[in-house]
T-cell receptor
Framework: NAGVMQNPRHLVRRRGQEARLRCSPM?????VYWYRQLPEEGLKFMVY????????ESGMPKERFSAEFPKEGPSILRIQQVVRGDSAAYFC???????????FGEGSRLTVL | SQQGEEDPQALSIQEGENATMNCSYK?????LQWYRQNSGRGLVHLIL?????REKHSGRLRVTLDTSKKSSSLLITASRAADTASYFC????????????FGGGTRLMVKP
């Protein structure tokens, strides 16, 4: 049973470009969470999704950021018109329900030049 | 602001010694979880303690929870060099599902 798969592991973008980060949850998990980690800091919740639904996006910046979890395929975190402050590690986690242990992917590290 | 705050921010010990990390939080919780993160890697779940529990063990790990003081501690006994990592506490608030609030972490270095 493969774990949570994230890609790309590393992504470099110039200011103004778009970044797309993908996350495939563990098999049988229908709950997906995105977290952001700045260097030397803890993780900050961004968004919680189930298939085709955004359940809670209270941690998402109001502009430029969006997330989806379609019926088929991975969850996508999309950042438009990236700025240097978007440089961070973005982690996806999944769970079979909305309580208990989260299973994290290895993260996608975004660097904005 | 962060819900959980770990103390100390960094800890350096010799192999074989015990390591104790503390976490304080501000609001009521359903549970508190500890995670480990190796440099450049994802987080690995270590242990979950529910708000009605006071102590939990898992191998060389011992976690305590004091809800009256809104604090938790993680004890790693007989540490090994392979325990070198960052350790984060995370709290789940009532009705928050798995939208965890993480602390800033304790960076543990275990010297061989």
């Amino acid at each position: 049973n493969a774990g949570v798969m994230q890609n790309p592991r590393h992504l470099v973008r110039r200011r103004g470009q778009e970044a797309r980060l993908r996350c495939s949850p563990m098999k049988g998990h229908s709950h997906v969470y995105w977290y952001r980690q700045l260097p030397e800091e803890g993780l900050k919740f961004m968004v919680y999704l189930q298939k085709e639904n955004i359940i809670d996006e209270s941690g998402m910046p109001k502009e430029r950021f969006s997330a989806e979890f379609p019926k088929e395929g991975p969850s996508i975190l999309r950042i438009q018109q990236v700025v240097r402050g978007d440089s961070a590690a973005y982690f996806c986690a999944s769970s079979p329900d909305n309580t208990g242990e989260l299973f994290f992917g290895e993260g996608s590290r975004l660097t904005v030049l | 602001s962060q819900q959980g705050e770990e103390d100390p921010q960094a800890l350096s010990i010799q192999e074989g010694e015990n390591a104790t990390m503390n976490c304080s939080y501000k609001t009521s919780i359903n549970n508190l979880q500890w995670y480990r993160q190796n440099s450049g890697r994802g987080l690995v779940h270590l242990i979950l303690i529910r708000s009605n529990e006071r102590e939990k063990h898992s191998g060389r790990l011992r976690v305590t929870l004091d809800t009256s003081k809104k604090s938790s501690s993680l004890l790693i006994t007989a540490s090994r060099a392979a325990d070198t990592a960052s350790y984060f506490c995370a709290t789940e608030a009532p009705d928050a599902g798995n939208m965890l609030t993480f602390g800033g972490g304790t960076r543990l270095m275990v010297k061989p």
